[in-house]
């Protein structure tokens, strides 16, 4: 080898070598500062997370948390019971078994039911690509009309957006319209009939005040006309950024979930009769509860902006409601770090931020539900409580005395010891229903 | 210049993109 050569040789190996440095500070570089290639390589490795995790999802009993093991051994059905305490009325869930609405007796048969599965709904769904299959399909949320008419949003487990839509049928679950849009979560109906509902999708564009890098999912507010026609559509991220309350949009930045900052899971209207109780708030408002950053908050669609936000003592917390004496309840998910589980239900006053009232587990019943989860206030004062995880709705009274409790009769797998989760319960007065049941007579299932 | 010298420069070249594109995702990487 001549000297020429040698020299040439050492060039090389000394330009690889700087390349390979001044790369790798440069990758280091692009990566703290967002700089191209960076966002190419993200988008790249979040697609393939995605679609990997999508393909190997399964089983819904092994893959996911749609079925969990059930905490106390019992085959299902009505637990407890106590007639002269307990709201007597009907029970209407839905569980993720299948994509299936339940209306059962406080004895715990199934009088009515729903059911339309969504390749029925949609054969070729225009708002999503490629769907999940039916086993990873089910219905959230349901809203029941007196006339047996019901609205139910579907939720796509695996994929994103797992919005997969809304849809209106009458009480022979025969269609009455649908609504093509990622819908998930909740729907709430006005007292004007107009449909209140959440739906969410990427954002490819860097948004003002947002300190997050697209792609990210951003939520919207929807009001839909009563035959299903969308009237009005307002993004979260717009709302707080109108408001007084923008400060919130500095913390989306700093949440682990980057891909899903708000996961708003309520949307309740505040309507004429509640009103009076909330002298800070008008009616027409709608109320959120915002998942990931602890939040719940009150927005005007007219003026399109925020009008009241105020995190407290709940962590991931679920359906905030109204009360008539001017308190607020809501399902804590995981906010309670005594015994007895992880959740808890709060009363509260939203203007001193006093806890009037609450439930817990103990020792003997444990009361956890990490995510999912909803409750609602009785008439007589009673709470009815929705156990997601556990497939459980049970009864309480002011004192804390559960006085009717329904498990899941849905299971799967694992010795029947894997629990569906039901979604969402809520009691009816026999006289607020006035359609036909079809009586299916039978104990569920 | 002969065909040996170009394709020798060429498989240089190339190398040398391939050890930058690797540093640069090596680096991005290492950082996270």
Known sequence: MNKGTARQRLFIVALLVSVSFLSVVFGMVAYQLKLWPFPIFRDAYQATKAWREKLTTRSRYDDTNLFIKVRHTNSGGILRYNKEKAYSGFTLFTSVHAQKALLISMEGQIVHEWHIPFSSIWKNPPHIRFPVSEDFIYWGKAYLYPNGDLIVTIKGLGDTPWGYGLVKMDKDSRIIWKYAEHVHHDVNVGSDGKIYTLIHGFTTEKMPGIKLEPPFLDDSIVVLSADGHELKRLSLSKAFRNSDFSNVLNVLGDIREQWDPWHTNNVDILDESMANQFPFLEKGQVLLSIRNIDTIAVVDMDKERVVWAITGPWHRQHDPDFLSNGNMLIFDNRGHYGKGGKSRIIEFDPMTMEITWQYVGNEQGIFSSVVKGAQQRLPNGNTLITESLQGRIFEVTREKEIVWEFSSPFRAAHDNQLVANVWWGQRFHPDSLTFEFSNLNQNAP | ?32
């Open chain 2, 1 to 32: 210049m002969n065909k040996g010298i170009a394709i020798q420069r060429l498989f240089i070249a190339a190398l040398v993109v391939s050890v930058g594109f690797f540093g640069v995702v090596f680096g991005m990487i290492a950082y996270k």
